[in-house]
Protein backbone atom coordinates (compact mmCIF):
# COMPACT_ATOMS: atom_id res chain seq x y z
CA UNK A 1 0.00 0.00 0.00
CA UNK A 2 1.31 3.71 -0.82
CA UNK A 3 1.29 6.41 1.84
CA UNK A 4 -1.44 8.01 0.31
CA UNK A 5 -3.77 4.72 0.25
CA UNK A 6 -2.91 4.45 4.68
CA UNK A 7 -3.57 8.63 4.66
CA UNK A 8 -7.35 7.76 2.76
CA UNK A 9 -7.92 4.59 4.89
CA UNK A 10 -7.45 6.85 8.09
CA UNK A 11 -9.37 9.40 7.26
CA UNK A 12 -12.25 7.15 6.44
CA UNK A 13 -11.71 5.21 9.43
CA UNK A 14 -13.04 8.70 11.54
CA UNK A 15 -9.42 9.44 12.29
CA UNK A 16 -8.44 12.90 11.41
CA UNK A 17 -4.93 14.14 11.24
CA UNK A 18 -4.23 17.00 13.66
CA UNK A 19 -1.08 18.16 12.32
CA UNK A 20 0.28 19.26 8.60
CA UNK A 21 3.94 20.21 8.37
CA UNK A 22 5.01 22.40 5.95
CA UNK A 23 5.66 20.40 3.47
CA UNK A 24 2.24 19.21 3.70
CA UNK A 25 2.25 15.92 5.33
CA UNK A 26 -0.16 14.58 7.41
CA UNK A 27 0.09 13.63 11.16
CA UNK A 28 -1.88 12.29 14.39
CA UNK A 29 -1.06 12.21 17.58
CA UNK A 30 -0.55 8.91 19.19
CA UNK A 31 -3.02 8.57 21.86
CA UNK A 32 -1.82 4.92 22.84
CA UNK A 33 1.60 5.31 23.42
CA UNK A 34 3.67 7.76 25.78
CA UNK A 35 7.32 7.83 26.41
CA UNK A 36 9.07 9.77 29.67
CA UNK A 37 10.58 12.95 26.74
CA UNK A 38 6.77 12.98 25.73
CA UNK A 39 5.47 13.30 29.83
CA UNK A 40 8.82 15.49 31.30
CA UNK A 41 8.04 17.99 27.96
CA UNK A 42 4.56 18.03 28.05
CA UNK A 43 4.43 17.44 24.54
CA UNK A 44 2.77 14.70 21.91
CA UNK A 45 4.13 11.90 19.93
CA UNK A 46 3.26 12.32 16.01
CA UNK A 47 2.65 9.64 14.04
CA UNK A 48 2.22 9.10 10.32
CA UNK A 49 -0.90 7.43 8.30
CA UNK A 50 1.26 4.46 8.87
CA UNK A 51 1.76 4.46 12.47
CA UNK A 52 5.22 5.31 12.71
CA UNK A 53 7.03 7.91 14.46
CA UNK A 54 7.75 11.35 13.56
CA UNK A 55 8.39 13.12 15.70
CA UNK A 56 7.02 15.63 19.26
CA UNK A 57 5.15 18.53 19.29
CA UNK A 58 3.85 21.09 21.72
CA UNK A 59 2.07 22.93 19.82
CA UNK A 60 -1.30 25.15 20.95
CA UNK A 61 -3.04 23.92 17.77
CA UNK A 62 -2.65 20.35 18.55
CA UNK A 63 -5.65 18.95 21.27
CA UNK A 64 -4.53 17.72 24.87
CA UNK A 65 -3.92 13.72 24.96
Given at each position: ?14 Q??R???K????L??D?E ?6 SA ?6 T ?6 W?Y ?9
Open positions: MKNRDYTKKRIDEGEPYQTRGKLWITHYDDYSNHCHILDAKNNFGSDSDQIEAI
